[in-house]
């Protein structure tokens, strides 16, 4: 079974720069995520799709961050203007969910790395 | 929302001793408990996870976790260190409800030969 792809893999830009990431999850997964995680830190939740559907996007700075998920499969991710804080590995993440239950388990993609110089 | 907090950034063991990382979660709703290990310039893998089964859950490389909800913790041990087991390991919980999962800040392993 295909984990989850990212890409790119690295990403170099100026700040006020823009630059999108994209995701392609597990097939059959509905649920997809994008995180944030910043070096020395935790990976921090920005946006949560249920199929082409957000279900919690509160962390994202939508000032300048995007995503979407069309045709709730693969997602885009973007930043415009990049900020030198933006500087972080973008993780994307799935997740199987079955009639009403599921399983909890999320798999990552290896993550998009970001330098905003 | 659920939180998770993860005592100590670091944690330095030597070969073959015990590994304890400890993990409080706070949730409003019953929640599902993980670890996730992360080797360098790679992605989170699970380690284990509770799902309201059994309390003690076993998972890969010899780790396990024991869900203590009187205590809201969800420590991970494993008996033996290994050289191998130097990474970065978080705690995660999550809604069961909306799978909308939380991570703790980390917890850098080093194992010293």
């Known amino acids: 079974e295909a984990g989850v792809a990212q890409s790119p893999r690295y990403k170099i830009i100026e700040k006020r720069q823009s630059v999108a990431f994209w995701c392609n999850p597990i097939?059959?997964?509905?649920?997809l995520y994008w995180y944030q995680q910043i070096l020395g830190q935790g990976p921090k939740l920005l946006i949560q799709?249920?199929?082409?559907?957000?279900?919690?996007d509160s962390q994202l700075p939508k000032d300048r961050f995007s995503a979407e998920r069309l045709k709730g499969v693969d997602s885009t991710l973007k930043i415009q203007p990049a900020k030198l804080e933006d500087s972080a590995v973008y993780l994307c993440?799935?997740?199987?969910?079955?009639?009403?239950?599921?399983?909890?388990?999320?798999?990552f993609g290896e993550g998009s790395r970001l330098t905003v110089l | 929302a659920q939180s998770v907090t993860q005592l100590g950034s670091h944690v330095s063991v030597s070969e073959g001793a015990l590994v304890l990382l400890r993990c409080n979660y706070s949730?409003?709703?019953?929640?599902?408990l993980f670890w996730y290990v992360q080797y360098p310039n790679q992605g989170l893998q699970l380690l284990l996870k509770?799902?309201?089964?059994?309390?003690l859950v076993k998972g890969i490389n010899g780790f396990e976790a024991e869900f203590k909800k009187s205590e809201t913790s969800f420590h991970l041990t494993k008996p033996s260190a290994h050289m191998s087991d130097a990474a970065e390991y978080f705690c995660?919980?999550?809604?069961?409800?909306?799978?909308?999962?939380?991570f703790g800040a980390g917890t850098r392993l080093t194992v010293k030969p």
């Open positions: 993440a799935s997740s199987l969910v079955a009639g009403g239950a599921n399983t909890g388990e999320l798999f």
């Open positions: 097939s059959g997964h509905a649920t």
């Open positions: 799709f249920q199929n082409n559907g957000v279900v919690d």
């Open positions: 949730s409003s709703v019953p929640p599902y």
């Open positions: 509770y799902t309201s089964a059994a309390t």
């Open positions: 995660a919980v999550s809604d069961p409800l909306n799978n909308d999962m939380r």
